[in-house]
């Protein structure tokens, strides 16, 4: 199941917007750097799609939902404020700081010693 933004959706059929017109979004593990230490349970694989889904019904923008829940499954701060989104009095701003994420995610600050 895919919603036409991804060619590589995620078991729940939520579309991540890597390998896709929109561009890679997260860094190819094997080849740009190590992966991040999180990894996501079972469990946590669920609520991801059930919180994707919320935020769906919610109106949030569907490629940004695609995206944070991708990143929600390397990263455990994302997989946190998609938690916090749902109990969250402030929702904008909670969406505003997992923008902030991907946007951190996206465009890696690159240190150069020598």
Known sequence: ??????????????????????????????????????STTLTEQANICLLAATMLEADVDPKFVAKASCLAHKDQGVYDLMLLWTNDPDRPATIAAIQECLHDWEHPVVT???
Do not use: Q, V
């Open 1 to 38: 199941m895919s919603n036409g933004i991804c060619n590589n959706p995620s078991w729940c059929g939520i579309a991540c917007g890597c390998n896709s017109e929109y561009g890679r979004l997260l860094p190819n593990k094997e080849t740009d750097y190590e992966a991040l230490p999180f």
């Open 112 to 114: 150069i010693h020598g």
